[in-house]
């Protein structure tokens, strides 16, 4: 598998706070790769990393290199904008905007030159349909988003940021605040979205991660104690750590 | 169940309803309260309740008593030749014209000023200027201060830097720019609260599409928070609307018998205009001055009616 990011000893602080200690990792292209561990072991700060979504926190802090298309995403002189339109992200919890389907879903391509009404058509039916709501929404494309469930919500996020046409998906627990049914449906759709993109996936559901994903990170207090196939780490993780988190023990 | 319960309760269903002895000695209801602090608890709720409504019914009977006394004195006066002259010093000629026209030149001007100065004043503080920088503190706590300020002290310094500094005059142009720095500080900071409510999973979401700062602002945070802009906007502008301090002191005229035809022209306001009717001797004019009041509250309500339209159409859309 070609490799899509490369992470190079990267270091985070939130002020004092040494958040991510010298990951080094490759994110392989076309695939899911998992980023599983306790609650503020550091998944979310590095997720948000990928994107610079944590410029927005003050005093943060960021070295090393998280090399992607030959550039360094960390440092300065990367445009950010540019950057997260490349990178999508999906939250954890689902957050349309209050406006129509329609303009959730165009949303950015509208603010980065799509102007003509027949390609906004075409551009939402295509996102919707890869994100497998368009037969649920096609008929209230005016209808306010609010009013969807919160697994449509979920998915017209994912809709909403497949319409950038980017490269990268990352997701932050996107199923968390969802019931099985609705999280079903959206690990069959990031199975599905793997063939055309990169994903990383913030999971605190561990049968989840061995499901969906290629790649596993396992992530402890900032560091990265084990990386690998995700097969290889279910079944015999080498580190005694990961394997007690994976089989329920401790986190 | 209750810390306040003494004792064992009585068993379920068994015994009478009503006090029974305990082993403490305190009578006890049949879910085993202490009935004399329940008796209490009671009367002390009965209490302040009959205070709260008191208060509430004291602002309301009065602005009754208020209204009724005006409207009734107003009766006979307030007609359509009223609302279509000019002042005379005869009360049965006097009319409110010259004052409405002048009261509607003045707010317009005003709100023309202030509503896009305050929301971009909002807008830089909430969205651009670093957060506790000692700039930006001192900016916010300048605003702050500002709001309190009375409003005579604003007359003293549109007299100064409008009229005489900058040569307007007493002129409509001043006593609106005058009216403007008033509510500014208002404006700013209710338009400020307005835009923190927007939620930041929302900011979040625009941002992480790769769209800009102003596009997410024009995008996300503008709709979002515009029903708590305007209210702000349009009862700051309601308070300009009753203002007359200020205006005297920056040279609105009491007595115009003219129609204002552009910004830098003298004028009056509606509360200068009634201010100079109940000053009259003659006893007609408290009439005319109570058929003046109407009209202000009259105005006041249909802007404040206007608010609460607005702010309903900008909450339908966003939902």
Same mark, same amino acid.
């Given at each position: 598998?070609?490799?899509?990011?490369?992470?190079?000893?990267?270091?985070?602080?939130?002020?004092?706070?040494?958040?991510?200690?010298?990951?080094?990792?490759?994110? @392989?292209?076309?695939?899911?790769?998992?980023?599983?561990? @306790?609650?503020?072991?550091?998944?979310?700060?590095?997720?948000?990393?990928?994107?610079?979504?944590?410029?927005?926190?003050?005093?943060?802090?960021?070295?090393?290199?998280? !090399?992607?298309?030959?550039?360094? !995403?960390?440092?300065?002189?990367?445009?950010?904008?540019?950057?997260?339109?490349? !990178?999508?992200?999906?939250?954890?919890? @689902?957050?349309?905007?209050?406006?129509?389907?329609?303009?959730?879903?165009?949303?950015?391509?509208?603010?980065?030159?799509?102007?003509?009404?027949?390609?906004?058509?075409?551009?939402?039916?295509?996102?919707?349909?890869?994100?497998?709501?368009?037969?649920?929404?096609?008929?209230?494309?005016?209808?306010?988003?609010?009013?969807?469930?919160?697994?449509?919500?979920?998915?017209?996020?994912?809709?909403?940021?497949?319409?950038?046409?980017?490269?990268?998906?990352?997701?932050?627990?996107?199923?968390?605040?969802?019931?099985?049914?609705?999280?079903?449906?959206?690990?069959?759709?990031?199975?599905?979205?793997?063939?055309?993109?990169?994903?990383?996936?913030?999971?605190?559901?561990?049968?989840?991660?061995?499901?969906?994903?290629?790649?596993?990170?396992?992530?402890?207090?900032?560091?990265?104690?084990?990386?690998?196939?995700?097969?290889?780490?279910?079944?015999?993780?080498?580190?005694?750590?990961?394997?007690?988190?994976?089989?329920?023990?401790?986190? | 169940?209750?810390?306040?319960?003494?004792?064992?309760?009585?068993?379920?269903?068994?015994?009478?309803?009503?006090?029974?002895?305990?082993?403490?000695?305190?009578?006890?209801?049949?879910?085993?309260?202490?009935?004399?602090?329940?008796?209490?608890?009671?009367?002390?709720?009965?209490?302040?309740?009959?205070?709260?409504?008191?208060?509430?019914?004291?602002?309301?009977?009065?602005?009754?008593?208020?209204?009724?006394?005006?409207?009734?004195?107003?009766?006979?006066?307030?007609?359509?030749?009223?609302?279509?002259?000019?002042?005379?010093?005869?009360?049965?000629?006097?009319?409110?014209?010259?004052?409405?026209?002048?009261?509607?030149?003045?707010?317009?001007?005003?709100?023309?000023?202030?509503?896009?100065?305050?929301?971009?004043?909002?807008?830089?503080?909430?969205?651009?200027?670093?957060?506790?920088?000692?700039?930006?503190?001192?900016?916010?706590?300048?605003?702050?201060?500002?709001?309190?300020?009375?409003?005579?002290?604003?007359?003293?310094?549109?007299?100064?830097?409008?009229?005489?500094?900058?040569?307007?005059?007493?002129?409509?142009?001043?006593?609106?720019?005058?009216?403007?720095?008033?509510?500014?500080?208002?404006?700013?900071?209710?338009?400020?609260?307005?835009?923190?409510?927007?939620?930041?999973?929302?900011?979040?979401?625009?941002?992480?599409?790769?769209?800009?700062?102003?596009?997410?602002?024009?995008?996300?945070?503008?709709?979002?928070?515009?029903?708590?802009?305007?209210?702000?906007?349009?009862?700051?502008?309601?308070?300009?609307?009753?203002?007359?301090?200020?205006?005297?002191?920056?040279?609105?005229?009491?007595?115009?018998?003219?129609?204002?035809?552009?910004?830098?022209?003298?004028?009056?306001?509606?509360?200068?205009?009634?201010?100079?009717?109940?000053?009259?001797?003659?006893?007609?004019?408290?009439?005319?001055?109570?058929?003046?009041?109407?009209?202000?509250?009259?105005?006041?309500?249909?802007?404040?009616?206007?608010?609460?339209?607005?702010?309903?159409?900008?909450?339908?859309?966003?939902?």
């Amino acid at each position: 598998m070609a490799v899509k990011v490369n992470v190079e000893h990267v270091d985070f602080w939130y002020g004092d706070l040494h958040a991510l200690k010298d990951l080094t990792f490759d994110v @392989p292209e076309k695939s899911i790769t998992a980023l599983i561990g @306790p609650s503020g072991c550091g998944k979310t700060t590095f997720l948000k990393l990928m994107n610079r979504m944590n410029d927005f926190i003050p005093g943060t802090r960021a070295t090393g290199k998280l !090399i992607y298309h030959d550039r360094n !995403i960390i440092s300065y002189d990367v445009d950010v904008v540019e950057l997260r339109m490349k !990178i999508g992200m999906v939250f954890q919890k @689902p957050n349309p905007f209050p406006k129509s389907v329609y303009e959730n879903v165009i949303y950015g391509p509208k603010r980065h030159g799509v102007k003509r009404k027949a390609d906004l058509d075409l551009l939402v039916e295509k996102s919707l349909r890869q994100a497998s709501l368009w037969d649920e929404a096609k008929d209230i494309l005016n209808r306010s988003a609010m009013t969807l469930s919160g697994g449509q919500q979920q998915r017209l996020c994912i809709a909403r940021c497949l319409a950038m046409e980017p490269d990268v998906l990352l997701m932050d627990e996107p199923t968390s605040a969802l019931d099985p049914t609705s999280t079903q449906f959206i690990e069959d759709l990031l199975v599905r979205l793997k063939e055309d993109y990169t994903i990383l996936i913030v999971t605190h559901n561990m049968q989840q991660a061995a499901r969906i994903s290629e790649k596993t990170a396992f992530f402890l207090l900032g560091e990265v104690i084990e990386f690998g196939d995700t097969r290889e780490i279910f079944l015999n993780a080498k580190n005694p750590t990961t394997e007690r988190y994976i089989s329920g023990r401790f986190g | 169940m209750s810390r306040l319960a003494i004792g064992t309760p009585p068993e379920a269903g068994n015994g009478p309803a009503g006090e029974q002895p305990t082993r403490y000695g305190a009578p006890q209801n049949r879910f085993g309260n202490s009935v004399r602090l329940n008796q209490r608890r009671k009367t002390k709720n009965r209490i302040y309740q009959g205070i709260l409504l008191t208060s509430t019914l004291f602002a309301i009977v009065m602005l009754a008593l208020l209204l009724f006394q005006i409207v009734r004195s107003s009766i006979g006066w307030l007609d359509w030749k009223f609302l279509t002259s000019l002042p005379s010093r005869f009360p049965e000629k006097a009319g409110i014209l010259s004052a409405l026209a002048g009261s509607l030149w003045t707010i317009g001007l005003t709100a023309g000023i202030a509503i896009p100065i305050g929301i971009a004043t909002a807008l830089y503080l909430e969205e651009y200027s670093k957060e506790g920088t000692r700039l930006s503190r001192l900016i916010q706590i300048n605003i702050s201060n500002l709001a309190g300020v009375p409003s005579i002290v604003y007359g003293m310094l549109g007299l100064a830097v409008f009229v005489r500094g900058a040569g307007f005059g007493r002129s409509i142009l001043s006593g609106a720019l005058t009216l403007s720095l008033l509510i500014l500080p208002v404006i700013i900071v209710t338009a400020q609260e307005a835009l923190k409510s927007v939620p930041l999973s929302l900011k979040e979401a625009s941002y992480a599409l790769g769209v800009s700062k102003w596009q997410t602002i024009t995008g996300v945070v503008l709709p979002f928070s515009m029903p708590g802009i305007l209210t702000g906007a349009i009862l700051a502008i309601s308070r300009a609307m009753g203002e007359a301090a200020p205006l005297i002191i920056v040279g609105a005229a009491g007595y115009v018998a003219f129609l204002p035809k552009s910004p830098m022209d003298s004028y009056t306001v509606l509360p200068i205009q009634i201010f100079n009717w109940t000053s009259r001797p003659q006893e007609a004019f408290q009439h005319v001055a109570s058929a003046g009041i109407v009209v202000l509250i009259v105005l006041l309500l249909t802007t404040n009616t206007i608010a609460i339209l607005l702010r309903n159409k900008y909450q339908n859309r966003m939902d």
